[in-house]
Structure formats: structure tokens, C-alpha cells
């Protein structure tokens, strides 16, 4: 049995029920990167969004077929490859291989069908073809251009007004354009760029062209939702739908979801802005769960200020879920009762949370109280069998819902102090490996057992100094962190 999920469409501006095409069924398409260079942090909330709804239908109940693409023939690509001096294609290539890499350490679900570019070349020839012959496309010295004034609803997803487009226009049209928003479906090839052959010579695609033809091939012509940034909504989305429905005849996409910038300040997050965090270098520094944890903790359809404040408190979060976690793996069972009914509440009041449009730090939210409780009530003392299956089921839904929970625990502990190292830039920290640390704490626990503490008080002013904090096991064991 499916839950019903409510989304916020942005081609209605509200949030409606989703209802698919196919009960039970969810077609999804999220526009991917384009291939051009190393993917920056938020291109890393683009891709966190995609897989959060991705794992919130299933997990709701859905059979989702999931299509991301990769944008692998562009100006960009060119233009870059041609500064580097090698072909457009092989440059991409790298790329999507670089992009892999990165969305591997963001803990994502791999797509159904990733899509590229290069590879629907014979389903973009014949969208243009279709829209020619429909009237809605003209050819001009082997340029094929959308005429837009042909598609009547055109600005319905972004309320652009037509008129005031073409008004608001300030360069001449330019000659072999019919109207000036008119836009380019086919470029004629130019020397050193990629090129196919097509009914207008050789040449390669517009930008706008590329999406309709990838998702048209994998999920047909009408799917139930269409994901991308905020930014894409006009004219890149636009430009989409007008090509898809005046050449498919029927509606495009039914639902629109569109996540907000990542800013830097007042800025959003961008290349051409110089304010850019790549996601490999974040992921070298701090590690990808919490790079994946930080872009996921503000609600998609919020813009999210990027601080230190706000990455410090990430760190937070991951190390409080693992510790939880990994205390969870060790408990004993015991004979400690609580009220196993609010625990059993959990999972479908976080249901509810992620099905009212994806609301991920609602759902949260109630796992936190989870671990609170968990950490309170079992400080001594494991709890019944019957309760500790409970907590563990919650677990294990929020683990598949969000991505949020991993089970390489000391792998992910193990970012957290280097990401609380790099927090301490040129404080004593920085002096002290991970050996000098473990090494400081064997001695200091010698210096008690022997009774030294003007040893031992030493030994732990030096690691406090450091930022260095030691928990002492009731085990004996012992594990630290960073203030």
C-alpha cells in the first residue's frame, strides 16, 4: 500500500497531491550536471534533492523509475576543452567519471537510467524533425530554431508573459531569427567542436532540446515529475516543455519540483561568482556523509546560507547519529521498559513528514528524539527485546528514507575528527596525528592507574589545549573527538 504524497508544483504554485500516471508508480526526472569540471557543493544539494525524492517514494511505497542524465555536449565542455587542448568528448567523458566519483561519496542510490547526450542523438534528430513538421521549428543555413511564438501556453511554468518578453529584449533580433525569444533546437557544426549528421547538415543539439528527447526516451511522453534547481525553472525548463508538448502533443511533465540556491551571503553559490566550494575538496577536508548531511538540513524548497556555523553544526549532527548508532550495535539486550508506543509512532509520523513535500528536517526531527531517549533511558541498563527491535526498525527506515545513517561507522567517526581537526586550523590541534593523540591518552590512563594525577592532569591539559575530547568507557575502552 503507497502513501500519498503531497508536492508543491511549480507549475501551479501549490502543493497538491501527486497522483501518477500509474498507481503505485512513479515516473521521476532530475536534470543532471553538465560535464564540464568538478561538480561544487551546490550542484551536491541538486543531487542530494533528486536521491532524497528518489528514496522517499520507495520507502512510501513506490515503484520509481528514476532518470538522471548527464549533460555531455555543451558550449562549456567545448570551450574548456579546447583551452586544455583535447576533443569535447574526451574531456566529458572524464568528467561524468569525476561526477560518478563524487555522487558515490554522497552516499546516493544509483539512478535506473542515467542517460547522456552523446548517446540520444537519433531521439533529438527526430524531436526537431517532428517539431519542423509541425510547424512549431524553421531551418535557417542548417540552424533549426523553436519558433515560440507558435506554442500558445508558453511562460505557463515560469508566468513569464510573452509580450513582455519580446519587449524586454535589448539587442536586435538578430537576422535569421523570426521573433528574438525564438531559441536554437540544432547548431551547425563548427570546426574542432563534436558533430552528427543530420537532415540539416552535420551539427550538434541545443541545450533545451536535450532533456526533452532523454526523458521522452525512458519514461515517454508524459511523466509524473521533473526535478532541477531553481534556476533552470526559465528558460532552460521553459524551453522544455514548450518543445516537448507542441511536439508529443500531450502534457509534459504533471508535477515541477525545484530546489533553492545554495548562497554565500547575499550570492548564490556559483562558478562564474568566483564563491565556489567543490564538492571534492569539501569531501578531502570533511568528508562526503557530512557534505550529504549539511545540504539535506534545510527543507529543498529554502534557500540555505552557507557558513561555518551551519557546517560545524552538520558535523555535529553525523557524529550524535553514529555514536547513537554504533551504541545501538552494542547494546545488550536488557529488562528496561519505557513506553514502546512511542516508538512505535515514530515511523508513521515520519512518513507523514517526508510525505508532506519532502520534509526531511521534520522527519528528523523525531528521529532526534529517538536518540534522545536511547542515550537517556539505556545509559546503564539495555532495554527489552521487543523495544530495542523497535528502535531498530526506525533506524532502519530513517537509514533508507534519508541516507543519513551509514554502517561504516568508524569510517564516518573518523571524518568527523578530521573535519573537527580542520575546525581547529592553526590552533594545537593541528600539531597532533591521530597516533600522537591515542599515544597522549594511553599514558594518561597509565598515570591514573599508578596514581600519578599530577602526570595524568597534565597529560589531559595538554589534550584539552588541543581541542581533544576523551571518553572513558565503562568497558575500560576509551574514544575521543573534537570540541
Known amino acids: 500500500m503507497v502513501q500519498e504524497v503531497k508536492v508543491f508544483n511549480n507549475l501551479t504554485r501549490s502543493k497538491e497531491a501527486l497522483k501518477p500516471i500509474s498507481e503505485g508508480e512513479v515516473k521521476f526526472y532530475s536534470c543532471g550536471p553538465t560535464t564540464y569540471d568538478f561538480l561544487h557543493v551546490g550542484n551536491g544539494r541538486a543531487l542530494v534533492v533528486g536521491d532524497l525524492i528518489h528514496r522517499i517514494f520507495e520507502c512510501l511505497g513506490y515503484k520509481v523509475t528514476f532518470v538522471r542524465n548527464f549533460t555531455d555536449v555543451d ?17 566529458s567523458a572524464r568528467f561524468v567519471d569525476e561526477c560518478i566519483q563524487d555522487m558515490d561519496s554522497l552516499g546516493m542510490l544509483p539512478a535506473d537510467v542515467t542517460p547522456k547526450v552523446s548517446e540520444t542523438m537519433p531521439e533529438i534528430i527526430s524531436m526537431v524533425e517532428t517539431l519542423i513538421e ?28 510573452l509580450d513582455s518578453l519580446q519587449h524586454g529584449i535589448r539587442v536586435e533580433v538578430e537576422g535569421h531569427k523570426k521573433n528574438p525569444s525564438d531559441f536554437v533546437l540544432w547548431k551547425p557544426a563548427k570546426e574542432g567542436e ?7 547538415g552535420k551539427g550538434r543539439p541545443g541545450w533545451h532540446i536535450e532533456c526533452s528527447a532523454m526523458s521522452k526516451k525512458f519514461l515517454g511522453d508524459t511523466f509524473d515529475i521533473h526535478h532541477g534547481g531553481i534556476d533552470l525553472m526559465f528558460p532552460h525548463h521553459e524551453n522544455e516543455i514548450a518543445q ?4 508529443n502533443g500531450c502534457t509534459f511533465s504533471n508535477h515541477w519540483v525545484h530546489h533553492e540556491f545554495i548562497n554565500f551571503g547575499n550570492a548564490k553559490m556559483s562558478k562564474s561568482l568566483g564563491n565556489v566550494v567543490t564538492i571534492r575538496s569539501f569531501v578531502e577536508t570533511y568528508g562526503g556523509k557530512i557534505l550529504r548531511h549539511l545540504v539535506s538540513s534545510v527543507h529543498y524548497r529554502s534557500p540555505m546560507l552557507w557558513t561555518q556555523e551551519v557546517v560545524d553544526r552538520a558535523i555535529n549532527d553525523v557524529e550524535r547519529i553514529h555514536l547513537f548508532y554504533k551504541r545501538l550495535k552494542e547494546v545488550k539486550v536488557g529488562k528496561k521498559e519505557i513506553n514502546i508506543s512511542e516508538i512505535n509512532e515514530l515511523i508513521p509520523k515520519m512518513k507523514d513528514e517526508l510525505a508532506n513535500d519532502f520534509n526531511l528536517p521534520g522527519a528528523l526531527a523525531s528521529f532526534f528524539t529517538m536518540i534522545r531517549t536511547f542515550n537517556r533511558e539505556f545509559s546503564t541498563d539495555g532495554p527489552t527485546l521487543e523495544v530495542l527491535e523497535a528502535i531498530r526498525e526506525v533506524t532502519s527506515f530513517t537509514q533508507a528514507a534519508t541516507g543519513l545513517v551509514h554502517e561504516d561507522i568508524e569510517d564516518i567517526l573518523g571524518q568527523v575528527n578530521m573535519a573537527r581537526k580542520a575546525f581547529q586550523g ?31 592532569d597534565e597529560l589531559r591539559d595538554k589534550l584539552s589545549s588541543a581541542g ?16
Not at 516537448?244 to 511536439?247: D, G, I, K, L, V
Open 244 to 247: 516537448s508538448e507542441a511536439a
Open 468 to 483: 581533544v575530547v576523551v571518553k572513558d568507557n565503562p568497558d575500560g575502552s576509551y574514544s575521543w573527538t573534537f570540541k
Open 426 to 456: 592553526d590552533s594545537g590541534s593541528e600539531q597532533l596525528t591521530d597516533q600522537d593523540i591515542d599515544a597522549l591518552i594511553i599514558a594518561r590512563k597509565e598515570a591514573r592507574n599508578t596514581k600519578d594525577w599530577a602526570k595524568a
Open 75 to 91: 558550449d562549456q565542455i567545448i570551450n574548456r576543452a579546447n583551452e586544455l587542448g583535447v576533443s569535447a568528448l574526451e574531456h
Open 134 to 161: 509541425k510547424g512549431f521549428a524553421y531551418e535557417v543555413d542548417g540552424e533549426v530554431l523553436y519558433e515560440v511564438p507558435k506554442f500558445k501556453d508558453y511562460g505557463k511554468l515560469s508566468k513569464k508573459d
Open 194 to 200: 563534436p558533430s552528427w549528421d543530420s537532415p540539416w
